[in-house]
């Protein structure tokens, strides 16, 4: 009886220890810190024997791809590491007595490859990209203007292994979108809102073709305020239009050419919403906004008469000053619409609840390798009262907006006061790369960061480095026998 009660007892502390050690493993058993899953990029399959630090305790992820880290209360920043994957970063805040949940997408690791044969003996690379990834425009401005047909492209231009600013001239021209008056209105009403320009011709003065500007930092070359629509010259629906970038020398000779997208969309859901089947989106908008103002806007419109929405509510993407006291743009509309996104099925139904106004479920303005590894619109901007919230709280639309660094490591944080699509690459271990590309020019525009989901993105890693992804290899810029390093610290 003694030897049976034992071996019963041996049995239970087996059991116990069993599951103490499989609980301690497992996200249940953590009251306090971390956990998550990790998962393959491409394929969203788990990924077993993951390494996840932040420098003092190490765990490794199960067969489900679930790891687990208790963490008292604190700041941490995580690294984690998979074989066959590339290392990377992210920062968390734990909660006493919460659990914060950091999930991971992995992307394959590179290996050592060169650019294809072609690409070994160019002299001359470029680098191309449209500043936001997306730009709004509208298909009618008969009511009222909310922006106006605008577009931006950056390009710089490498003498491997230099940077080349002089000497060159940047040209662009858009093949398939060369007459936008065939498919926008806005010059029968520029003037109005303050923009007396030609037609086909931007608010900035830059026209569909050209010769691009030495850019303010002088280290490339910009197009600014492109008027493009998202329609060809035929008519198609062409929200990534692509436009062709040529470098020639003083005796114009061709050093190299590429071809970018432009994104631009005029697809704002307003009619998820607004007006029916007699009465124009547009006209609902301005007689609910007479209605809860007080203003005249549908019967100014009824006279001929149309008001730019930044006369009065300031704007920032326009550098407008607005009125003193009425609401910015960005916050009357985030304000006055965040309680509204359920009010109609068609609004309701639109994943994410972002489409609505911004481009949008067909375009997919959100595309890049974020959209890629699950996150939303909302990870990084907050919802709609977050969005007003920041906004009350004093944030400047457009000016002060999400950083890498809030996700990511120190790694890769943008320039001091600066937005990511604006800084400067500065913490490479290669210090003769420091302070001379931007991140967008690796990275590609805010909102289709490589690797895009978008096929039309792309284009200038498919033709020197022969790839989809970011510009990771070193060779791309410098001589075939550079040695591959990371180019973050």
């Not at 920062?91 to 950091?102: D, N």
């Given at each position: 009886m003694l030897k049976r009660k034992?071996?019963?007892?041996?049995?239970?502390?087996?059991?116990?220890?069993?599951?103490?050690?499989?609980?301690?493993?497992?996200?249940?058993?953590?009251?306090?810190?971390?956990?998550?899953?990790?998962?393959?990029?491409?394929?969203?399959?788990?990924?077993?024997?993951?390494?996840?630090?932040?420098?003092?305790?190490?765990?490794?992820?199960?067969?489900?791809?679930?790891?687990?880290?208790?963490?008292?209360?604190?700041?941490?920043?995580?690294?984690?590491?998979?074989?066959?994957?590339?290392?990377?970063?992210?920062?968390?805040?734990?909660?006493?007595?919460?659990?914060?949940?950091?999930?991971?997408?992995?992307?394959?690791?590179?290996?050592?490859?060169?650019?294809?044969?072609?690409?070994?003996?160019?002299?001359?690379?470029?680098?191309?990209?449209?500043?936001?990834?997306?730009?709004?425009?509208?298909?009618?401005?008969?009511?009222?203007?909310?922006?106006?047909?605008?577009?931006?492209?950056?390009?710089?231009?490498?003498?491997?292994?230099?940077?080349?600013?002089?000497?060159?001239?940047?040209?662009?021209?858009?093949?398939?979108?060369?007459?936008?008056?065939?498919?926008?209105?806005?010059?029968?009403?520029?003037?109005?809102?303050?923009?007396?320009?030609?037609?086909?011709?931007?608010?900035?003065?830059?026209?569909?073709?050209?010769?691009?500007?030495?850019?303010s930092n002088g280290k490339g070359f910009v197009a600014e305020g492109i008027p493009i629509t998202p329609y060809d010259d035929d008519g198609t629906w062409d929200p990534y239009g692509t436009a062709n970038i040529t470098v020639t020398d003083s005796n114009n000779n061709v050093l190299q050419t590429a071809s970018v997208v432009a994104p631009v969309s005029t697809e704002m859901n307003c009619n998820n919403c607004h007006g029916n089947a007699t009465v124009n989106p547009q006209l609902d908008i301005l007689q609910k906004h007479d209605s809860h103002n007080g203003t005249t806007l549908a019967a100014d419109q009824a006279q001929g008469k149309v008001h730019l929405c930044s006369e009065c509510h300031s704007d920032n993407a326009l550098g407008k000053p607005g009125v003193a006291g009425v609401e910015s743009l960005s916050l009357a509309m985030h304000n006055f619409h965040k309680d509204k996104m359920t009010y109609t099925p068609a609004a309701a139904n639109v994943t994410p609840s972002c489409y609505n106004c911004h481009p949008g479920t067909n375009t997919q303005c959100l595309r890049g390798i974020m959209e890629k590894a699950g996150k939303s619109c909302t990870d990084c901007h907050g919802d709609m009262n977050g969005m007003t919230t920041s906004l009350q709280n004093g944030r400047q639309a457009w000016l002060q907006e999400p950083k890498c660094v809030t996700c990511h490591d120190s790694k890769h944080t943008e320039n001091t006061n600066t937005l990511y699509r604006n800084s400067i690459m500065n913490n490479s271990l290669a210090s003769d790369m420091n302070g001379k590309f931007y991140c967008e020019a690796c990275h590609n525009s805010t909102h289709g960061e490589f690797v895009s989901a978008n096929s039309a993105d792309p284009t200038i890693p498919q033709k020197f480095q022969g790839d989809n992804y970011w510009i990771w290899n070193c060779k791309v810029c410098h001589q075939q026998n550079y040695t591959q390093r990371n180019f973050h610290n």
């Open positions: 034992l071996s019963l007892l041996v049995i239970l502390i087996f059991a116990l220890t069993f599951v103490v050690g499989y609980t301690s493993f497992a996200s249940a058993a953590v009251t306090t810190g971390i956990s998550g899953t990790v998962k393959d990029i491409d394929t969203g399959a788990a990924i077993a024997g993951a390494t996840i630090t932040d420098g003092t305790t190490t765990v490794t992820t199960n067969a489900q791809g679930i790891y687990s880290l208790s963490k008292s209360a604190g700041s941490y920043t995580l690294k984690i590491s998979a074989s066959g994957y590339l290392t990377t970063w992210q920062t968390c805040t734990v909660t006493s007595g919460a659990v914060t949940t950091v999930n991971w997408s992995l992307t394959k690791a590179y290996g050592t490859q060169t650019p294809p044969a072609y690409a070994q003996n160019m002299r001359n690379i470029i680098f191309a990209w449209n500043d936001l990834g997306m730009h709004c425009d509208q298909d009618d401005y008969s009511y009222f203007c909310v922006l106006p047909p605008y577009n931006t492209l950056h390009v710089q231009v490498i003498n491997r292994p230099n940077l080349l600013t002089s000497g060159i001239t940047v040209s662009y021209n858009f093949p398939k979108k060369t007459n936008s008056t065939l498919h926008t209105n806005f010059w029968q009403y520029s003037a109005q809102y303050g923009w007396n320009v030609p037609t086909n011709t931007g608010i900035s003065g830059t026209q569909l073709a050209g010769t691009m500007k030495l850019d």
